[in-house]
């Protein structure tokens, strides 16, 4: 079967450019970038030019970037860093409620070790205003953790503003830029901010690997203790070749990055507009415009989520869900109860995340078994009108 | 994470549907928890000659529906309402943790069904 993968928001396969750079890294060049002998060396040189790659990309200079083990881990590392190296100033976060769990977890366990934490209501789109970010902000204000798009619905936050709010009031700005790295143009002046998480998995590089944008100046406490690697702040022998294969992957990301963004967003635009025309009962989640290019989030009224991943799946096409089932709680997606929606209605979600590999014929597919679906899944329905 | 027999069930419910003028008809769960079971049930001499559902909910809702309505069906009343949520499990060769609670509302939602069709009864006589 021709599988269809439209998932690209969960992870992404490695491309092949990035692997053959990462290879040599395992076997040949196995070097401890820390040791002056000749391999050694080499890790060394490869491991800065990548630091300098990644900064490039972003507009950051190379000893602002750190390499970690992933999104969670620069999210971890940026606000509990933070929290700590500057609990003597203030203890409250401002952050929102649609965050990734990577922070909203992080700032739940704040809030137990005596921080105070504001989670930001966000309106029927998802978006939260820089006026909000303001009127939160009070002396005891350390830190504004807010998410430059969100990985369910695709909303892209307006991070320039804020960046501007929280420079205003001196305040440590930290952004998720895990789901825009390579989606949209991301640039760590422009956007104003002290702290950014990045993943590689999520734009074709490999998993287990990630980077965190440290402004110059800015004071965090180091989250992994040990030996002096990444300046002294982030300790561990190098994962070099997922150095490398990040690197890559971010350099092939922002390349030509609007002529990519626009192929994408029109695919995106043709399975909204083809779900909403042959499916009665069903809403697009997210912002109609301000949106990641790659993402399409619908409800589906009267039906579950997980039952229509599994037809899809049946049908050789690979999507995901907010709902309870999928989330492995009893509540649907933390992201749609915030956007308002009913428990029902969120438990009908369906996400599709497109990448610059899918091409019209998988979106086509999408538009020519989901219908069939959904009427399947309705037929059996009790709560269908 | 499911059994090819959870899978079956899924993709090739049995006994999907409703039953006009069904002796007995129950409905559990609701739309917020994300399932709803509505089983209804035809009964002719103390035995099920016929049950139908219509489920709201996840893979396992709807294949332990399924399932559950064929490990009633020709039984009489006292046998469908021994039926046991762990039965309906091991009938479909396991569920996963997560998904017991589904389990569990098959069994009710055909409790509720016989339930109703007993009030009926009474009210009859």
Not at chain 1, 153 to 172: F, M, S, W, Y
Not at chain 1, 244 to 258: C, Y
Not at chain 2, 89 to 105: F, N, R, V
Request: hydrophobic share 40%.
């Amino acid at each position: 079967m021709n599988r269809i993968y439209l998932d690209n928001a969960a992870t992404t396969p490695v491309a092949a450019e990035v692997l053959q750079k990462m290879l040599p890294y395992f076997s040949d060049v196995y070097g401890n970038a820390s040791s002056i002998y000749a391999t050694g060396r080499e890790a060394r040189k490869a491991l800065e030019n990548a630091r300098a790659t990644v900064a490039a990309a972003i507009g950051a200079k190379p000893n602002e970037i750190y390499f970690t083990a992933g999104g969670s881990e620069s999210d971890n590392w940026a606000i509990k860093g933070a929290a700590y190296a500057n609990s003597g100033k203030g203890k409250h976060i401002i952050t929102t409620a649609i965050e990734h769990h990577a922070v909203l977890n992080t700032c739940q366990y704040l809030e137990k070790k005596g921080f105070a934490v504001t989670y930001l209501p966000v309106d029927e789109f998802g978006r939260v205003t820089a006026e909000q970010v303001q009127a939160a902000i009070t002396p005891e204000t350390i830190l504004i953790t807010i998410m430059a798009a969100n990985n369910e619905i695709g909303t892209l936050e307006p991070i320039e503003e804020i960046g501007r709010v929280a420079r205003n009031h001196k305040t440590l700005f930290h952004s998720d830029a895990v789901q825009a790295m390579g989606a949209i143009p991301v640039d760590v002046v422009k956007w104003g901010v002290d702290m950014l998480s990045m993943s590689a998995h999520k734009i074709h590089g490999p998993k287990g690997a990630g980077v965190l944008y440290l402004k110059n100046g800015v004071r965090v406490d180091p989250l992994i203790h040990g030996g002096a690697q990444e300046r002294g702040r982030r300790a561990g022998t190098e994962n070099l070749a997922g150095i490398v294969g990040t690197a890559e992957a971010v350099r092939l990301a922002t390349k030509d990055l609007q002529e990519k963004a626009a192929k994408i967003s029109a695919l995106r635009d043709r399975l909204i507009a083809g779900v909403i025309k042959t499916i009665p009962d069903v809403r697009l989640n997210g912002h109609p415009t301000e949106r990641l290019p790659g993402n399409a989030n619908f409800s589906v009224k009267f039906i579950e989520g997980e039952g229509m991943l599994l037809r899809l799946d049946m049908a050789g096409i690979a999507a995901s869900s907010g709902s309870a089932c999928t989330s492995g709680s009893l509540d649907p997606s933390h992201v749609l109860l915030a956007i308002g929606l009913p428990h029902e209605i969120a438990h009908g979600s369906l996400r599709f995340s497109i990448s610059d590999k899918t091409v019209q014929e998988d979106i086509d597919e999408v538009l020519r078994v989901l219908p069939g679906i959904v009427n399947t899944l309705r037929d059996m329905s009790p709560i269908m009108a | 994470m499911y059994s090819d027999k959870v899978m079956d069930h899924f993709s090739n419910p049995r006994n999907v549907g409703e039953i006009e003028n069904a002796d007995g008809i129950g409905m559990v769960g609701n739309a917020k928890c994300g399932d709803i079971m509505k089983m209804f049930i035809k009964v002719e001499k103390n035995v099920i000659t016929d049950v139908k559902f219509k489920t709201f909910g996840c893979g396992a809702a709807i294949a332990t529906s399924s399932m559950s309505t064929e490990m009633v069906k020709g039984k009489t009343i006292e046998e469908a309402m021994a039926l046991t949520n762990k039965a309906v499990a091991e009938a479909l060769d396991g569920l996963p943790t997560q998904k017991i609670h589904c389990s569990m509302l098959a069994e009710e939602a055909i409790h509720a069904a016989i339930e109703d069709y007993k009030k009926k009864q009474q009210q009859g006589d």
